[in-house]
């Protein structure tokens, strides 16, 4: 049987394997020392090594072939987008279950006088030595503990994913005894108290709680404009997004703004805000939330603006604003290239204020989907003071906003969740409860990475946890406390 190969999931029909190609496996090294007057050796490390190999292939290039007879030029071309990545591939040999995490290396060199087919070599780079099952494996756990059973012939990495049924300070899951992975206080001599209460968290699934604001011109000179105009929600049902035929402006930034008061004031505070950027068509876009103080005045803006009609270049920018309404830009981030060939980019920006002290945190993520928002990608962290105390004003309110420019193509922009929670002043002997019912855990043992719900958490690690592998064979998970998540292990078996 012919055998072809899949990069990245794709295919070429007419780029087959070479017979008598020899997978490699098993690539552990010795190294030793020999001592004088000593028989033999001493073994100093056992370490399983990268691979580096040709993999001969053969193109078929004839009437039966897929896509009949083809020109050199066309046919290396094809080859070269078809291998071309900066990052490692996923590279599977069509007739195997399992794949290689690989980089690949030229030269490609075709024969141009031949006719008919052409027989040649590409370089193959393992910096991870290890084959991957294709079909991942999850199981959940019950009375908290789970069994996760590898029949791989490594180790496997692990992604934890756990839904908190009730308020927690901490989360443990062990293995077998021998280790864990932790975040958070599990001190039982210190209090718990829940120093981050919730003053209005939505997920922007109804317009419940959301109040349309009139038509105006807010003050906002970085992503704001005009008010006036309609959200509606996504055909999902899970995000705001302009309502574009309520605009009928033909120039200037014209968009609409949804606000929502919490019936209290708070001084501390910490506002969050995630957006979904459509760039597949350039456009320009602007999004904003906003806090305003007691007496309805505005007092700090977390925007993202892409003022470019024909090209993705975004940024984030947040501003305060004192009592007179004075805008003062505290930060601005571009995104960096990378980000321009993305079709889609998910955003989270924070705003945390405690005293005189303003931490901003932005990270980002490239896949849409919930469940695989898993590993964040250009976290971003600042800190600003403000020393002359001209922003020190309680926060009574939050809104969204968004906005088109004129008769400029809008990037869809959804609106995906808005959190702003206060926050309380912690003694230093007190538990937080860091995690809230509801709350989602994502730890990733492969890239090292935690978070809840997508905000990277790496920081609540807790000093001497591991991230740990599952064994060859059988493993007993247990997770603490009890009676407190539903978890569910994910891992895909591992070979050598």
Same mark, same amino acid.
């Given at each position: 049987m012919l055998d072809t190969i899949k990069v990245n999931d794709k295919t070429l029909p007419w780029l087959i394997v070479e017979r008598g190609f020899e997978i490699p496996s098993f690539n552990f090294a010795i190294e030793s020392e020999e001592i004088a007057g000593r028989p033999g050796s001493i073994v100093k490390s056992r370490n399983l090594k990268e691979y580096r190999f040709e993999l001969p292939l053969i193109i078929r290039n004839d009437y039966l072939s897929h896509g009949g007879m083809k020109k050199l030029d066309d046919v290396l071309n094809e080859v070269v987008r078809f291998f071309n990545y900066d990052d490692p591939v996923k590279l599977q040999f069509t007739s195997q279950d399992w794949y290689?995490?690989?980089? =690949?290396?030229?030269?490609?060199?075709?024969?141009?006088? #031949? =006719?008919?087919? /052409?027989?040649?070599?590409?370089?193959?780079?393992?910096?991870?030595?290890?084959?991957?099952?294709?079909?991942? *494996?999850?199981?959940?756990?019950?009375?908290?503990q789970v069994s996760v059973v590898s029949t791989g012939t490594a180790d496997s990495p692990v992604i934890v994913q756990a839904t908190a049924l009730q308020n927690a300070s901490y989360y443990m899951i062990t293995k077998n005894d021998e280790d864990y992975f932790m975040i958070g206080d599990d001190d039982l001599d210190k209090t718990v108290e829940d120093y981050t209460p919730t003053l209005w968290d939505n997920e922007m699934r109804a317009f419940t709680g959301w109040t349309k604001q009139t038509a105006s011109?807010?003050?906002? &000179?970085?992503? &704001? &404009?005009?008010?006036? &105009?309609?959200?509606?929600?996504?055909? +999902?049902?899970?995000?705001?997004?302009?309502? $574009?035929?309520? =605009? *009928?402006?033909?120039?200037? /930034?014209?968009?609409?703004?949804?606000?929502?008061?919490?019936?209290?004031?708070?001084?501390?505070?910490?506002?969050?805000?995630?957006?979904?950027?459509?760039?597949?068509?350039?456009?320009? *876009?602007?999004?904003? $939330?906003?806090?305003?103080?007691?007496?309805? #005045?505005?007092? %700090? +803006?977390?925007?993202?603006?892409?003022? #470019? %009609?024909? $090209?993705?270049?975004?940024?984030?920018?947040?501003?305060?604003?004192?009592?007179?309404?004075q805008q003062k830009k505290i930060y601005e981030y571009t995104n960096s290239p990378m980000f321009y060939k993305w079709d889609d980019i998910v955003i989270y920006m924070r705003l945390e204020r405690v005293g005189t002290t303003f931490k901003i945190k932005t990270w980002k993520y490239k896949e849409l989907e919930y469940p695989k928002r898993v590993i964040p990608v250009d976290v971003n962290e600042k800190q600003w003071e403000d020393s002359g105390k001209f922003y020190q004003r309680p926060i009574a309110a939050v809104s969204v906003y968004t906005a088109k420019n004129g008769t400029n193509y809008h990037m869809p922009t959804y609106i995906l969740g808005s959190y702003t929670h206060e926050k309380l002043p912690k003694p230093p002997k007190a538990r937080d409860m860091i995690i809230k019912k509801g709350d989602v855990i994502n730890i990733n043992t492969q890239d090292k990475t935690v978070t809840i719900n997508e905000d990277p958490s790496l920081d609540l690690k807790t000093f001497g946890s591991d991230f740990f592998n599952i064994n060859s064979g059988y493993n007993e998970c247990i997770i603490y406390p009890e009676k407190t998540f539903d978890t569910t292990v994910y891992w895909q078996d591992r070979y050598l």
């Open positions: 290689w995490n690989a980089y =690949i290396e030229g030269p490609i060199e075709l024969d141009k006088d #031949r =006719i008919g087919f /052409w027989s040649f070599k590409i370089n193959v780079v393992l910096a991870d030595p290890y084959k991957y099952a294709v079909e991942g *494996t999850k199981n959940t756990a019950i009375s908290d011109t807010n003050i906002d &000179g970085y992503t &704001g &404009g005009t008010t006036g &105009g309609g959200m509606m929600l996504s055909s +999902s049902n899970d995000s705001f997004m302009l309502k $574009q035929e309520t =605009i *009928t402006a033909t120039s200037g /930034w014209n968009g609409a703004e949804y606000k929502h008061s919490f019936g209290k004031s708070a001084q501390d505070f910490v506002s969050t805000c995630k957006i979904h950027v459509n760039q597949k068509n350039k456009g320009s *876009t602007h999004f904003a $939330q906003y806090l305003y103080d007691t007496d309805n #005045r505005l007092i %700090a +803006s977390i925007g993202y603006r892409n003022a #470019r %009609a024909s $090209q993705a270049i975004g940024s984030i920018v947040i501003t305060l604003f004192d009592q007179l309404g």
